[in-house]
């Protein structure tokens, strides 16, 4: 046993139905299930299903455009923004995790008021929520947008953090950056910065995560959520953290179906041979996110923790908090204050490398306990 499957064996957390449904919501079915395409899964962040399920709405005429983030570069600066999806190739410039903050109501909703067509829409779950509450007061807008599809999410974190490391890659190269992807490849993967003159750089993706999983530059309004899996989406998706999937040929994306019409969709996908997918327990899909939905949930152990340092953050759960969950809060808003102090960003970027991963580890292992 490797010492990742034993550290899942170890720190296993047993819930019952009620706490179950209570953190990932109303399922009523759950896949794991990757794109029967490899084109599509070349630079996805797990299995390329949220595209091949996109792709299969396109091409049967369920919709006319899809709703989705893109990364790009411009006068060597990472930024993100949404665009409507008409076409595979616009389905495939999408592709792929994205760590940074957008404006989902100034910058999303616009673009599905504009467009002249049937949509579907991907989306983080606290913007999930936004869109279906103004789904609920607007029948125009209801009408236009037959599909939500929320992305699993621990936070999101600042653009501060994305342009401090892509910095730090690019010091001293003579050509500019014209791409970048946050994870490419198995597993964690790597980060991969692409170049004018045609070279590209790969780094582990921990050069990003081991900061952005310690809350360092969170986004304010990410300490005030517990949904991680997107309680208003018609499915929910995400990656599966599962030792026994490190070693799989292909990662495996996570789907939660959430109503009759929804499973309908996927069975479809899967009947068509669109995607390949087995059907598991949805408590399989809460275990893949152990590490980091336990922390994320835990909205009272926050409220509480709060008060210590004067943030004030409403208890909208009043779930009951033991020691450690106190614990994970009080460490993810001590990270998240420093960083947004000048002195603080300069120490976190000065530590050194075995030291912040040290300190992941056992900001993972009390958020486990």
Excluded at 9 to 16: C, E, G, I, R, V
Excluded at 104 to 127: K, N
Excluded at 145 to 161: A, R
Excluded at 169 to 182: E, I, P, V
Aim: with cysteine.
């Amino acid at each position: 046993m490797n010492l990742l499957a034993l550290a899942e064996k170890l720190t296993k957390k047993h819930y019952t139905p009620a706490q179950q449904a209570n953190i990932m919501g109303d399922t009523n079915g759950a896949f794991l299930a990757h794109a029967a395409d490899d084109t599509l899964r070349e630079h996805s962040a797990s299995g390329g299903a949220v595209t091949a399920i996109l792709l299969h709405l396109l091409e049967s005429r369920q919709i006319d455009g899809a709703l989705v983030n893109e990364a790009y570069v411009e006068d060597g600066m990472v930024k993100n923004r949404f665009l409507i999806a008409t076409n595979r190739a616009d389905l495939l410039r999408a592709q792929g995790s994205k760590y940074m903050a957008v404006r989902f109501s100034a910058q999303a909703l616009p673009l599905i008021r504009q467009f002249d067509g049937r949509l579907a829409v991907v989306a983080l779950p606290c913007d999930t929520a936004i869109l279906r509450a103004a789904l609920q007061h607007d029948e125009a807008l209801a009408q236009k947008v037959i599909w939500l599809i929320s992305l699993f999410c621990g936070h999101n974190s600042l653009p501060e953090l994305t342009q401090h490391i892509v910095a730090k890659q690019t010091r001293g190269k003579d050509s500019a950056l014209t791409a970048f992807q946050y994870r490419a490849g198995h597993w964690r993967g790597e980060m991969r910065l692409s170049f004018a003159d045609g070279s590209q750089t790969m780094v582990p993706f921990e050069s990003f995560s081991n900061y952005q999983n310690l809350f360092f530059f969170c986004e304010k309004k990410c300490l005030y959520c517990h949904d991680h899996f997107g309680y208003d989406s018609d499915i929910s998706a995400g990656d599966v953290w599962l030792s026994a999937m490190k070693d799989a040929a292909v990662k495996p994306t996570a789907l939660l179906s959430r109503s009759q019409r929804s499973a309908v969709l996927l069975q479809a996908c899967i009947d068509q041979g669109e995607l390949q997918a087995e059907s598991v327990d949805t408590s399989l899909v809460l275990q893949s996110q152990a590490r980091s939905v336990r922390g994320h949930y835990n909205l009272s152990a926050r409220s509480k923790a709060g008060k210590l340092l004067g943030i004030k953050i409403p208890d909208t759960l009043h779930a009951k908090v033991n020691l450690f969950d106190w614990l994970t809060a009080l460490i993810i808003l001590v990270n998240y204050r420093l960083s947004s102090k000048a002195w603080g960003k300069k120490l976190i970027f000065a530590l050194p490398r075995p030291l912040l991963k040290l300190y992941l580890y056992l900001f993972k292992g009390i958020e486990s306990l």
